[in-house]
């Protein structure tokens, strides 16, 4: 396991900024990450994929251990489907200012992670499913809903209400 | 007459990622009117832009850092022995086990200021290379001192310490506040702020795991002000952040 983590390790860390949607506190996770990792390497089974096991372990971590810290300190608890995250980092490290992420910075936490893994590391909806334990049918609507946010419509729909 | 199918975004979805069956697929394509191949286009337009900001993202990515070698005995309330890995990484993988085990070693037995000094032995300068401006610095101060429940935001600056970052740790389920400095020869310094009730104490010099430090406390706050073999300006600077704080 130890000799495959050079080769996912920027995966891993791109993964956790866009989970996290900020610098500081990916590399925070992918430390505490790659601890775990470390801690349980003799669990991960060869023959599987390490980066999906990473990936399950990033996001257990972030889950169950860090959000809620980091959260408490961006100044009060934000329901998890409303984090667009601009609120909440105002630091230099949230990949949310500026244009540069603009894409990626339209959608909340579910829904950039559900695109990261099916449209840019290429995984089956069943895959995706899997990493992040949760339905099929969930990764699906979650892709849906990404879709419609990144589309041209929904600019001309802001562009509107502003 | 027969109205025209509708389908949801999710089944455009599918179609569009070659996850939908094949009764829906065909659905979809015997039913391809002007609107739904708008709907279409319009589904499938902003997610390259998505995977090229990806993309530039992954190159940007740090180098992999060296691995120390981790030995954990037991389970949460372990101790880390950090082998001979840079001390950034080892830093901050230590750092983080101990996050992970859930306080700042607080079963261990040692008394907070000695765990504190402890984890500040592994800084080294480049552990704290980066220097913040001084709105984010106001910003971190601020969150932490609501966090502390002690008002940071006026922290003085202090001659030869430039401050680098504040973070929040823990110990033993109480908040603890580390602020990072690094003096002008690139010796780290930390400002260790817990927030337990206690008795008062006045400031006191001492050195602890080799490293010049001061402590002092109030009736709800532990300081202690820790970092490098200058005895004399660890005194100055917890004089003037004990008055300060």
């Known amino acids: 396991m130890r000799a495959g983590l050079p080769e996912v390790y920027p995966r891993l860390w791109r993964y956790a900024v866009v989970m996290t949607g900020n610098r500081d506190w990916a590399d925070d996770l992918v430390q505490a990450t790659m601890v775990r990792a470390l801690k349980k390497a003799d669990l991960f089974d060869p023959k599987t994929h390490l980066d999906r096991w990473l990936f399950r372990m990033a996001q257990r971590v972030w889950l169950n251990e860090l959000r809620s810290r980091k959260i408490r300190l961006g100044g009060g608890l934000v329901a998890a489907e409303d984090l667009t995250d601009s609120t909440l980092h105002t630091s230099e490290a949230n990949i949310f200012t500026g244009q540069v992420l603009s894409h990626i910075a339209r959608l909340p936490e579910a829904q950039r992670i559900a695109v990261l893994l099916v449209y840019v590391e290429g995984y089956s909806y069943a895959d995706a499913a899997e990493t992040l334990d949760i339905p099929i049918g969930t990764v699906m609507s979650r892709l849906a809903a990404a879709r419609k946010k990144l589309s041209p419509l929904a600019d001309e729909e802001t562009g509107a209400a502003g | ?245």
């Open chain 2, 1 to 245: 007459m027969t109205h025209p199918r509708e389908f949801s975004d999710e089944e455009l979805t599918a179609f569009l990622d070659g996850e939908a069956e094949e009764a829906l697929s065909t659905a979809i394509t015997s039913a391809l009117t002007p609107d739904l191949k708008l709907r279409l286009a319009n589904l499938s337009t902003g997610v390259d832009a998505f995977r090229a900001e990806a993309d530039s993202l992954l190159a940007s990515a740090p180098p992999f850092p060296d691995l120390p070698d981790i030995d954990v005995a037991g389970p949460s309330n372990s101790r880390f022995w950090v082998g001979a890995g840079s001390g950034v990484v080892a830093a901050g993988l230590v750092a983080s086990a101990i996050w992970l085990a859930g306080t700042f070693g607080g079963t261990s037995g040692e008394p907070w200021h000695v765990q504190v000094a402890n984890y500040h032995d592994l800084y080294t300068p480049a552990t704290l290379a980066k220097k913040p401006g001084a709105t984010q610095r106001t910003e971190e101060l601020t969150r932490l001192g609501t966090e502390i429940r002690r008002d940071l935001s006026s922290l003085p600056d202090v001659d030869r310490l430039n401050y680098c970052r504040a973070q929040p740790l823990g110990f033993a389920g109480d908040t603890l506040i580390q602020i990072a400095f690094i003096s002008d020869q690139g010796v780290p310094f930390a400002l260790c702020i817990l927030q337990k009730d206690g008795e008062p104490s006045a400031l006191k010099a001492t050195t602890i795991r080799g490293m010049a430090a001061a402590t002092w406390s109030d009736r709800t706050h532990r300081f202690i002000l820790i970092g490098g073999a200058d005895q004399p300006l660890i005194n100055a600077a917890a004089n003037v952040f004990s008055k300060a704080l």
